[in-house]
């Protein structure tokens, strides 16, 4: 295949991408609406409160994607030891009763005197950077247990740590997982990551059992009828949700659940909303987008050849897609809840710019491939 062949495909598989993203986004703006309209009537006497606030976070996440692609990558790499390390302390900040904000029982804000700012959604472009530039330079080292492969868990072990004492343990499996599948893809021996595994087991079961509300959502999970008023509230309100959307659903902005029935419905559960409202054919087109999010990702990542390009695409697409099948696994009641938002569509400006910034990162690492970018950074029409 000629370098103009595979030149175009990439641009074409771009613009996929990125049709798909905005697909995405467009849902998430209607669907928002739909979904909190009537909370945020009922709470601040104004129905396009969270619309209008997601349109501010889509204009800064714009900002984002357009620095993210005409970012110099060499300067990302290079650098991407000190952003990882700011961003793990302005993580750990939201521990420190001065600066951290609680909401919902977890400190997961830093208020920054002008904004208030979720750090945690900055570290996991940090953290896949990381792990990208580690993977990227083993290559061209000798990689040993003891002197690569040890410090990396050391690190993983300070991060997750702070995730957890916020605590956000949805998160902190979720970098875990895709810090692993990135690993495994770079072919690190399989021996280190089957005993590594078999040692987060227990502990795994001590954060579980040693923490009553985790607890309370395994059981929850096992049998949510047992407390039908209390702890399995949420989950039978979106399955009550999704089941009575049958196979059209009951129309756009015509959801029952959404009146102070189905908590959290513009967030974490913003795909409930969506499964009632188009049914069995709407809530498929939205699983349909994101494995064509996944598909094209790993085509452009398939497509790279410097080795820093490719692990950070992976770890991006792989993180993303991950978010996306825990969000809706917890929403069907296939996993206990997490609190992680559906990426690119629910509520939240913090993730919704992060997401766009690694969407930008991976559009200028394709760009860089062949050199199609111009000099404003903006990638020509194929």
């Keep these: ?74 300067f990302l790499e290079g650098t991407s030891p000190f952003f990882f390390v700011g961003s793990l302390i302005l993580t750990a900040m939201t521990l420190i009763p001065r600066f951290g904000i609680r909401i919902h029982g977890s400190s997961r804000w830093v208020s920054l005197g002008i904004v208030d700012l979720q750090p945690s959604e900055l570290l996991k472009i940090a953290f896949i950077l990381y792990v990208a530039r580690f993977l990227a330079k083993r290559e061209q080292q000798k990689f040993t247990f003891k002197k690569s492969y040890l410090p990396f868990l050391v690190v993983c072990a300070i991060v997750a740590g702070i995730l957890l004492k916020q605590p956000d343990f949805g998160l902190a499996v979720t970098l875990t997982c895709t810090a692993f599948l990135l690993l495994f893809i770079a072919g690190v021996p399989f ?16 954060l579980i059992f040693n923490y009553s509300y985790r607890l309370r959502r395994i059981l929850t999970f096992l049998n949510p009828w047992n407390d039908p008023q209390g702890a399995g509230f949420q989950i039978i309100q979106s399955l009550i949700a999704i089941g009575s959307g049958n196979w059209w659903g009951s129309g756009i902005s015509h959801s029952k659940q959404k009146f102070f029935y189905l908590p959290m419905q513009h967030t974490d559960f913003i795909f409930s909303i969506i499964a009632e409202e188009t049914g069995f054919i709407g809530s498929s087109i939205i699983i349909i987008l994101y494995v064509l999010f996944l598909y094209y990702g790993l085509r452009i990542a398939g497509q790279l050849t410097k080795k820093f390009h490719i692990y950070a695409a992976l770890g991006f697409v792989l993180l993303t897609s991950l978010q996306a099948i825990i969000n809706i696994f917890v929403a069907t009641g296939l996993l206990p809840t997490k609190g992680i938002g559906l990426p690119l569509i629910s509520y939240g400006n913090s993730s919704l710019v992060c997401t766009f910034i690694m969407i930008g990162l991976i559009v200028n690492m394709a760009a860089h491939e062949y050199g199609y970018k111009n000099k404003s950074g903006i990638t020509s029409a194929a």
């Design 191 to 206: 021996k280190h990551l089957f005993f590594t595994a078999l040692g987060l087991l227990p502990i795994g079961a001590f």
């Design 1 to 74: 295949m000629s370098v103009f062949t595979k030149k175009n495909r990439l641009k074409s598989d771009v613009h996929s991408f990125l049709g798909v993203a905005i697909a995405l986004v467009v849902i998430g703006f209607l669907f928002i609406y739909s979904a909190s309209s009537v909370y945020a009537l009922e709470r601040f006497n104004l129905p396009h409160y969270f619309i209008k606030r997601q349109l501010m976070g889509v204009l800064v996440g714009f900002i984002g994607f357009l620095f993210a692609r005409s970012i110099s990558l060499d």
